[in-house]
Protein backbone atom coordinates (compact mmCIF):
# COMPACT_ATOMS: atom_id res chain seq x y z
CA UNK A 1 0.00 0.00 0.00
CA UNK A 2 1.31 3.71 -0.55
CA UNK A 3 0.39 6.24 2.03
CA UNK A 4 -2.53 4.99 4.69
CA UNK A 5 -5.79 6.79 3.90
CA UNK A 6 -7.14 8.71 6.94
CA UNK A 7 -9.91 10.86 6.57
CA UNK A 8 -9.35 11.71 10.38
CA UNK A 9 -12.19 9.79 12.39
CA UNK A 10 -11.21 6.84 15.06
CA UNK A 11 -12.27 3.21 14.54
CA UNK A 12 -14.09 1.67 17.47
CA UNK A 13 -11.84 0.52 20.52
CA UNK A 14 -10.84 -3.02 20.30
CA UNK A 15 -12.32 -4.63 23.69
CA UNK A 16 -12.13 -8.37 23.74
CA UNK A 17 -14.24 -10.40 26.58
CA UNK A 18 -13.44 -13.59 28.57
CA UNK A 19 -15.27 -15.91 25.93
CA UNK A 20 -13.59 -13.85 23.23
CA UNK A 21 -10.38 -14.39 24.13
CA UNK A 22 -10.84 -18.53 24.38
CA UNK A 23 -12.12 -17.57 20.77
CA UNK A 24 -8.39 -15.32 19.70
CA UNK A 25 -6.54 -18.80 21.27
CA UNK A 26 -8.45 -21.20 19.39
CA UNK A 27 -9.31 -19.20 15.87
CA UNK A 28 -6.07 -18.18 15.93
CA UNK A 29 -4.22 -20.98 16.63
CA UNK A 30 -6.07 -22.80 14.00
CA UNK A 31 -5.80 -20.32 11.08
CA UNK A 32 -1.65 -20.40 11.57
CA UNK A 33 -1.15 -23.75 11.44
CA UNK A 34 -3.76 -23.67 8.41
CA UNK A 35 -1.58 -21.03 6.77
CA UNK A 36 1.69 -22.61 7.76
CA UNK A 37 0.56 -26.27 6.48
CA UNK A 38 -0.86 -23.93 3.15
CA UNK A 39 3.06 -22.63 3.39
CA UNK A 40 4.77 -25.66 3.49
CA UNK A 41 2.87 -27.42 0.64
CA UNK A 42 2.76 -24.30 -2.10
CA UNK A 43 6.88 -24.67 -0.96
CA UNK A 44 7.21 -28.25 -2.02
CA UNK A 45 5.36 -28.37 -4.80
CA UNK A 46 6.39 -25.52 -6.15
CA UNK A 47 10.27 -27.65 -6.53
CA UNK A 48 8.24 -30.08 -8.89
CA UNK A 49 5.78 -27.24 -10.22
CA UNK A 50 8.39 -24.83 -11.25
CA UNK A 51 10.70 -27.22 -13.33
CA UNK A 52 7.75 -28.76 -14.85
CA UNK A 53 5.32 -26.12 -16.12
CA UNK A 54 8.11 -22.85 -15.93
CA UNK A 55 5.18 -19.91 -15.24
CA UNK A 56 2.60 -22.32 -14.95
CA UNK A 57 0.78 -23.32 -11.81
CA UNK A 58 -1.89 -26.24 -12.30
CA UNK A 59 -2.00 -27.27 -8.69
CA UNK A 60 -0.21 -24.50 -5.92
CA UNK A 61 -3.35 -22.44 -6.83
CA UNK A 62 -5.81 -24.76 -5.16
CA UNK A 63 -3.66 -24.81 -1.90
CA UNK A 64 -4.09 -21.21 -1.47
CA UNK A 65 -7.91 -21.57 -2.14
CA UNK A 66 -8.48 -23.73 0.11
CA UNK A 67 -6.56 -22.14 2.62
CA UNK A 68 -8.37 -18.75 2.34
CA UNK A 69 -11.35 -21.07 2.59
CA UNK A 70 -11.18 -22.43 5.45
CA UNK A 71 -9.41 -19.60 7.21
CA UNK A 72 -13.07 -17.54 6.49
CA UNK A 73 -14.84 -20.50 7.64
CA UNK A 74 -12.49 -20.84 11.21
CA UNK A 75 -12.90 -16.69 11.61
CA UNK A 76 -16.89 -17.43 11.25
CA UNK A 77 -17.02 -14.60 8.47
CA UNK A 78 -19.84 -15.91 5.78
CA UNK A 79 -19.05 -15.14 2.04
CA UNK A 80 -21.34 -14.83 -0.83
CA UNK A 81 -20.52 -14.22 -4.52
CA UNK A 82 -23.22 -12.29 -7.02
CA UNK A 83 -22.24 -12.48 -10.63
CA UNK A 84 -19.78 -14.55 -12.40
CA UNK A 85 -15.65 -14.72 -12.93
CA UNK A 86 -14.58 -14.15 -16.06
CA UNK A 87 -13.19 -16.44 -18.90
CA UNK A 88 -11.26 -14.51 -20.85
CA UNK A 89 -7.02 -13.72 -20.41
CA UNK A 90 -6.53 -10.36 -18.35
CA UNK A 91 -6.52 -8.86 -15.19
CA UNK A 92 -9.24 -8.00 -11.55
CA UNK A 93 -9.41 -4.80 -10.44
CA UNK A 94 -11.16 -4.79 -6.77
CA UNK A 95 -12.19 -1.76 -3.68
CA UNK A 96 -9.63 -2.58 -0.91
CA UNK A 97 -10.82 -2.45 2.59
CA UNK A 98 -8.82 -4.73 5.01
CA UNK A 99 -6.34 -7.23 5.25
CA UNK A 100 -9.20 -9.81 4.63
CA UNK A 101 -9.35 -8.74 1.24
CA UNK A 102 -6.77 -11.29 0.16
CA UNK A 103 -8.27 -14.32 2.04
CA UNK A 104 -11.99 -13.26 0.63
CA UNK A 105 -10.82 -12.21 -3.21
CA UNK A 106 -8.63 -15.64 -3.09
CA UNK A 107 -11.31 -17.94 -1.56
CA UNK A 108 -13.38 -17.79 -4.84
CA UNK A 109 -11.33 -17.09 -7.55
CA UNK A 110 -7.54 -17.79 -8.76
CA UNK A 111 -5.54 -15.01 -9.05
CA UNK A 112 -2.49 -13.50 -8.79
CA UNK A 113 -1.99 -10.22 -6.33
CA UNK A 114 0.26 -7.21 -7.70
CA UNK A 115 1.65 -5.63 -5.03
CA UNK A 116 4.66 -2.52 -4.26
CA UNK A 117 8.14 -3.81 -4.45
CA UNK A 118 8.45 -3.46 -0.75
CA UNK A 119 6.61 -5.85 0.04
CA UNK A 120 8.78 -8.43 -0.66
CA UNK A 121 11.55 -7.52 2.06
CA UNK A 122 8.61 -7.70 4.74
CA UNK A 123 9.45 -10.36 7.07
CA UNK A 124 6.94 -13.50 7.02
CA UNK A 125 4.86 -11.82 4.33
CA UNK A 126 7.26 -11.89 1.50
CA UNK A 127 7.25 -15.77 2.08
CA UNK A 128 3.06 -15.59 1.67
CA UNK A 129 3.52 -13.61 -1.42
CA UNK A 130 6.28 -14.76 -3.28
CA UNK A 131 4.94 -18.30 -2.73
CA UNK A 132 1.63 -17.55 -3.90
CA UNK A 133 2.67 -16.40 -7.14
CA UNK A 134 2.40 -12.24 -6.33
CA UNK A 135 4.05 -10.10 -8.62
CA UNK A 136 5.87 -7.13 -7.67
CA UNK A 137 6.46 -3.85 -9.28
CA UNK A 138 8.05 -0.73 -8.84
CA UNK A 139 6.25 2.86 -9.70
CA UNK A 140 9.20 3.88 -11.65
CA UNK A 141 8.46 4.84 -15.00
CA UNK A 142 12.46 3.48 -16.18
CA UNK A 143 10.59 0.08 -15.03
CA UNK A 144 7.80 0.71 -17.03
CA UNK A 145 8.96 -1.91 -19.95
CA UNK A 146 10.20 -4.39 -17.56
CA UNK A 147 6.47 -4.79 -15.62
CA UNK A 148 4.82 -4.74 -19.21
CA UNK A 149 6.98 -8.06 -20.03
CA UNK A 150 6.27 -9.50 -16.45
CA UNK A 151 2.35 -8.71 -17.26
CA UNK A 152 2.42 -10.21 -20.48
CA UNK A 153 4.07 -13.31 -19.66
CA UNK A 154 1.80 -14.05 -16.93
CA UNK A 155 -1.02 -12.70 -18.77
CA UNK A 156 -0.17 -15.22 -21.51
CA UNK A 157 -0.28 -17.92 -19.42
CA UNK A 158 -3.94 -17.39 -18.27
CA UNK A 159 -2.91 -15.46 -14.64
CA UNK A 160 -5.51 -13.46 -13.53
CA UNK A 161 -3.50 -10.28 -11.92
CA UNK A 162 -5.27 -8.55 -9.51
CA UNK A 163 -4.60 -4.56 -8.92
CA UNK A 164 -5.95 -2.77 -6.08
CA UNK A 165 -6.35 0.72 -7.90
CA UNK A 166 -6.70 3.00 -5.22
CA UNK A 167 -3.44 2.27 -3.70
CA UNK A 168 -4.53 2.19 -0.27
CA UNK A 169 -6.99 0.42 2.06
CA UNK A 170 -10.44 2.20 3.01
CA UNK A 171 -12.87 2.24 6.10
CA UNK A 172 -15.24 -0.49 3.89
CA UNK A 173 -17.30 1.63 3.15
CA UNK A 174 -16.05 4.17 0.21
CA UNK A 175 -13.95 3.57 -2.94
CA UNK A 176 -11.24 6.14 -3.23
CA UNK A 177 -10.14 7.36 -6.78
CA UNK A 178 -8.19 5.07 -8.83
CA UNK A 179 -4.71 5.72 -9.64
CA UNK A 180 -4.07 4.85 -13.58
CA UNK A 181 0.14 4.61 -13.44
CA UNK A 182 -0.93 1.01 -13.73
CA UNK A 183 -3.25 1.06 -16.50
CA UNK A 184 -0.84 2.10 -18.72
CA UNK A 185 0.47 -1.15 -19.17
CA UNK A 186 -2.54 -2.49 -19.97
CA UNK A 187 -2.37 -0.46 -23.39
CA UNK A 188 0.87 -1.91 -24.51
CA UNK A 189 0.28 -2.89 -28.34
CA UNK A 190 1.18 -6.73 -27.08
CA UNK A 191 -1.98 -6.61 -24.54
CA UNK A 192 -4.32 -4.12 -25.27
CA UNK A 193 -5.56 -6.15 -28.56
CA UNK A 194 -6.78 -9.34 -26.25
CA UNK A 195 -6.53 -8.34 -22.54
CA UNK A 196 -9.57 -8.13 -20.52
CA UNK A 197 -10.50 -6.59 -16.94
CA UNK A 198 -13.28 -7.53 -14.15
CA UNK A 199 -14.14 -5.21 -11.83
CA UNK A 200 -15.05 -6.53 -8.95
CA UNK A 201 -16.94 -5.36 -5.38
CA UNK A 202 -16.07 -6.32 -1.70
CA UNK A 203 -18.71 -5.39 0.65
CA UNK A 204 -18.06 -6.28 4.27
CA UNK A 205 -21.29 -6.07 6.27
CA UNK A 206 -20.18 -5.59 10.18
CA UNK A 207 -21.54 -7.35 13.15
CA UNK A 208 -24.99 -6.86 14.29
CA UNK A 209 -24.58 -4.07 16.78
CA UNK A 210 -20.90 -2.66 15.50
CA UNK A 211 -19.67 0.14 14.00
CA UNK A 212 -20.36 -0.12 10.35
CA UNK A 213 -16.72 -0.05 9.76
CA UNK A 214 -15.81 -2.69 11.65
CA UNK A 215 -14.17 -4.75 8.80
CA UNK A 216 -12.35 -1.25 7.29
CA UNK A 217 -8.34 -1.41 8.02
CA UNK A 218 -7.53 2.54 7.75
CA UNK A 219 -4.97 4.97 8.91
CA UNK A 220 -2.73 3.86 11.42
CA UNK A 221 -4.49 1.32 12.67
CA UNK A 222 -2.01 -1.54 14.15
CA UNK A 223 -2.13 -4.99 12.15
CA UNK A 224 -1.83 -6.38 15.90
CA UNK A 225 -5.56 -5.07 17.26
CA UNK A 226 -7.47 -5.31 13.86
CA UNK A 227 -6.49 -8.95 14.15
CA UNK A 228 -7.54 -9.42 17.44
CA UNK A 229 -10.65 -7.63 17.12
CA UNK A 230 -12.12 -9.60 14.03
CA UNK A 231 -10.65 -13.18 15.52
CA UNK A 232 -12.97 -12.28 19.42
CA UNK A 233 -16.07 -11.46 17.66
CA UNK A 234 -19.49 -13.52 17.75
CA UNK A 235 -21.58 -13.24 15.98
CA UNK A 236 -19.44 -12.73 13.20
CA UNK A 237 -19.82 -10.25 10.20
CA UNK A 238 -20.05 -11.46 6.19
CA UNK A 239 -18.55 -9.85 3.47
CA UNK A 240 -19.79 -10.17 -0.68
CA UNK A 241 -18.14 -10.27 -3.30
CA UNK A 242 -19.46 -8.57 -6.45
CA UNK A 243 -18.27 -9.71 -10.26
CA UNK A 244 -19.32 -7.47 -13.00
CA UNK A 245 -19.56 -8.01 -16.16
CA UNK A 246 -15.42 -7.85 -17.48
CA UNK A 247 -14.53 -5.06 -20.46
CA UNK A 248 -12.30 -5.09 -23.51
CA UNK A 249 -9.08 -2.84 -22.95
CA UNK A 250 -9.75 -1.89 -26.80
CA UNK A 251 -12.91 -0.15 -26.21
CA UNK A 252 -11.19 2.63 -24.11
CA UNK A 253 -9.64 5.30 -25.77
CA UNK A 254 -6.83 5.33 -22.44
CA UNK A 255 -5.80 4.70 -19.31
CA UNK A 256 -8.06 7.32 -18.10
CA UNK A 257 -11.31 6.50 -19.69
CA UNK A 258 -10.59 2.73 -18.18
CA UNK A 259 -9.73 3.53 -14.71
CA UNK A 260 -12.94 6.23 -14.48
CA UNK A 261 -14.99 3.66 -15.82
CA UNK A 262 -13.93 0.42 -13.80
CA UNK A 263 -14.27 3.04 -10.39
CA UNK A 264 -17.76 3.92 -11.48
CA UNK A 265 -18.88 0.39 -11.36
CA UNK A 266 -16.97 -1.01 -8.51
CA UNK A 267 -18.21 2.15 -6.08
CA UNK A 268 -21.63 1.82 -7.52
CA UNK A 269 -22.77 -1.51 -5.28
CA UNK A 270 -21.44 0.20 -2.31
CA UNK A 271 -23.38 3.42 -2.72
CA UNK A 272 -26.31 1.81 -3.60
CA UNK A 273 -26.04 -0.37 -0.10
CA UNK A 274 -25.39 3.02 2.30
CA UNK A 275 -28.10 5.00 0.28
CA UNK A 276 -30.68 1.92 1.50
CA UNK A 277 -29.17 1.72 4.89
CA UNK A 278 -27.88 -1.93 4.46
CA UNK A 279 -24.37 -0.83 5.75
Known amino acids: MS???????EPEAVKVSPFGWLRVVVRGGLVLLI????????LLLRWV??????????VTPWITQAVCSLTLAILGLRLTVTGKQMREKGA?????????DIYVLNARKRIYFVSKAEVAGWPGVSWLAKATGTVFIRLDRREAGAQVAVFRERLAAGHKLLFFPEGTSTDSRRVL???TT??????????????????VTVIYRAPKGRDARFFGWWGEQDMGPHLLKVLAQSPQGSVELVYHEPVAVSEFADRKALAGYLEQVVREPLNVEIAEGAL
Open 3 to 9: LAWNDGS
Open 49 to 58: ERPLYGVQRP
Open 177 to 179: PFK
Open 92 to 100: VVANHASWL
Open 35 to 42: NLIGLLLT
Open 182 to 199: LFAAFFDDGLRDWMHVQP
